[in-house]
């Protein structure tokens, strides 16, 4: 391995990694501060001479590179890091981390609709509060691309109508499985459920611990952060809310 190589700069070595994450069907890349510097800041046209267009979902200029330039992202970023990406353990981990990445971020081609499409109105009346809860999840903090995982807490009070419990878990990967911010998670998959049920009220409930603020940084291991989401009679409704607080306070015991 020689001088050439490695990536001459910073800006080089992001370029490289944006092209990594662009391997993804179908991508949503954040625009670059300013609006005005995708090309220079990341450098696409001069970097992939062959690109092919994914579906924007309202950004306009996404590019996928191919896998073969995907893989040679790769082997930039093990030089980054300092080792030698032709050495013997490492002459496949191109490919093993391209396969990894479809598979870490498959929630990009995957829809909520789908997944809530089908509902059930065979309850007997029921209409009180359905609640899953210590449903495991990871994902992807959208900021340094470490891990955060931990258990989610769903409700919601249905009118007429109810989905399959697995479904409800099904949801949480459609976004966890994407470069997101628990906040922004936590929010998906509320509203996702308002949009699709229509019920009279949801409850979502996150608990994480993420590997950027626990591994590097601050390194806090077993810190937890909590979001929650009420929507409808949860919001509206102190009670409604309390209880539904209760009952996943009692996971917790």
Known sequence: MTASDLPPRHDAFEAWAVGVFATLDPVTLPEPHGGTGRTERMSMDAIFKKRNTLPSDGRAGLIRPSREEAEAAVRTLIAFAGDDPEREGLIDTPKRVVAAY??????YRESAEDVLDRTFSETGGYDDLVLVRDIPFHSHCEHH????????????????????LSKLARLIDVFSLRLQTQEHLNSQIATSIETVLKPRGVAVMLRAEHTCMSWRGVAKVGAQTVTTQFLGVFRDDPQVQARFMNLVGDAQR
């Open 145 to 164: 691309m470490m891990p955060f995982f931990g258990t989610a807490h769903i409700a919601y009070l249905p009118i007429e109508r109810v989905v399959g």
């Open 102 to 107: 479809e598979e870490l971020y498959s929630g």
